[in-house]
């Protein structure tokens, strides 16, 4: 595996189920990150892990939970879901965990998140 | 809050032609600016960025950053059909925890044979 892989890349979830997404990240990074994209909105924050440490949380509902066991794998634990949480969630990481200039960002494939 | 504002188009042009981006920022003290390209349902992958005022290029593809307008724009030359996608603008902020970006909601572009 190259890149950055996530699992699973489709996932249809009821309000009262809980599950997790997986990503893993084959490029050595320093700094991983949790986004999410809905229909006709910019790509949304949601936490950023450096060297295991969480470092910022951009005020996700707690019903959303990271897990960061080493710098290659990041977990988004998730319970008690609404509707409007469908959305792609996309993870991404990047080399340099203090930001500097040239530091990117790479995605993974996302998983699309339905929540009946 | 830190705003990122691009024409969500779609843009449309036909195969060959150049076609131009364009993404404004709030920041002033943004640092660093990113495009990615997004296919319908796929993921961001990144084009290029940029830093310095001036223009960088890279194969059919020119960044132009403009800091004293708090301008960027991307220009794609002999467009093809397969540059359909989506274009979206990123800036880094200064100070930005852990290279924090700030996306736009993107460019719709359709090149049509």
């Known amino acids: 595996e190259t890149g950055v892989t996530q699992t699973p890349r489709h996932l249809v979830m009821g309000m009262t189920n809980k599950k997790s997404l997986k990503c893993e990240q084959h490029?050595?990074?320093?700094?991983m990150y949790w986004y999410k994209q809905s229909a006709k909105k910019p790509l949304e924050l949601m936490f950023v892990?450096?060297?295991?440490?969480?470092?910022e949380n951009n005020s996700v509902p707690s019903r959303f939970s990271p897990e960061c066991p080493n710098s290659s794998h990041l977990f988004l634990h998730l319970h008690t879901l609404q509707p409007e949480d469908s959305a792609l969630y996309l993870c991404?990481?990047?080399?340099?965990?203090?930001?500097?200039?040239?530091?990117?960002?790479?995605f993974g494939p996302g998983t699309r998140l339905t929540v009946l | 809050q830190k705003e990122v504002e691009q024409n969500s188009g779609p843009l449309s042009v036909p195969e060959g032609a150049i076609a131009s981006l364009n993404c404004t920022y709030s920041?002033?003290?943004?640092?660093?600016f990113f495009w990615y390209r997004q296919y319908s349902g796929k993921s961001p992958e990144l084009i290029m960025f940029?830093?310095?005022?001036g223009d960088k290029e890279d194969g059919r593809f020119t960044a132009q950053l403009n800091k004293a307008s708090q301008y960027v724009s991307l220009l794609i030359r002999d467009s093809q059909p397969s540059d359909s996608a989506t274009y979206l603008c990123?800036?880094?902020?200064?100070?930005?925890?852990?290279?924090?970006?700030?996306f736009g909601r993107g460019t719709q572009l359709t090149v049509w044979p």
């Open positions: 991404a990481s990047s080399q340099d965990q203090r930001g500097g200039l040239t530091d990117t960002q790479y």
């Open positions: 490029l050595g990074h320093n700094a």
């Open positions: 892990y450096s060297l295991e440490e969480r470092v």
């Open positions: 920041d002033r003290g943004s640092q660093s």
């Open positions: 940029i830093y310095s005022n």
């Open positions: 990123a800036v880094k902020g200064r100070g930005s925890t852990l290279g924090r970006l700030y």
